[in-house]
């Protein structure tokens, strides 16, 4: 299995990125590797989802499934500075009505971002996910929750996704000395 985009897999290349963006984008990237949510669904999100909140709702809008996330203390953080009306999104538009910013101009945000941190891997909305799914796995997180977290089907497909390589499964074998 192909995947079009990668995770970020060092902490240097997260904190690369977090320093290149600020404000709104910024809260979008940290948001994004730190709740492992599809990018329609971290759009979506409303201020009043979060506000003052220990764990927000989401129903999934690629699986329709209700999905409750714990905030980390650095989101709720981050939210707690958040301007604006419950009602408003988090990642409002500069262009229109309370509208969110779409999936092309997170892209193109993330892309921008990588270029001027300096990072060369394929980027792309999705890296986010992966990058959760990956610092999930080097935490120590058994591949079985990972899979469960991101509503993965088999254990295969999460490794795949987050990008775990032959090399690095053919290092943990040689790491084993009974």
């Known amino acids: 299995m192909s995947n079009a985009v990668d995770a970020l897999t060092e902490k240097k290349d997260i904190d690369k990125m977090k320093n290149a963006l600020s404000g709104r984008d910024r809260l979008m990237f940290v948001m ?6 599809r990018i329609s669904d971290l759009l979506s999100l409303k201020i009043g989802d979060v506000r003052g909140k220990t764990h927000v709702k989401v129903r999934e809008q690629k699986t329709k499934k209700m999905r409750p996330i714990k905030l980390s203390q650095t989101v709720m953080s981050e939210v707690s500075k958040l301007d604006g009306a419950d009602g408003d999104y988090i990642f409002k538009s500069r262009k229109g009505d309370n509208k969110a910013i779409s999936r092309v101009q997170a892209y193109r945000i993330l892309n921008d971002a990588a270029k001027r941190a300096g990072i060369d891997i394929t980027i792309g909305t999705h890296t986010l996910r992966k990058t959760f799914g990956y610092s999930l796995y080097k935490q120590g997180i058994d591949i079985t929750r990972i899979m469960a977290i991101l509503n993965h089907s088999t254990p295969a497909m999460t490794l795949s996704y987050i990008g775990i390589t032959a090399k690095e499964i053919d ?3 040689e790491a084993i000395e009974v």
């Open 171 to 173: 290092a943990a074998y």
């Open 32 to 37: 994004g590797v730190s709740l492992g949510l």
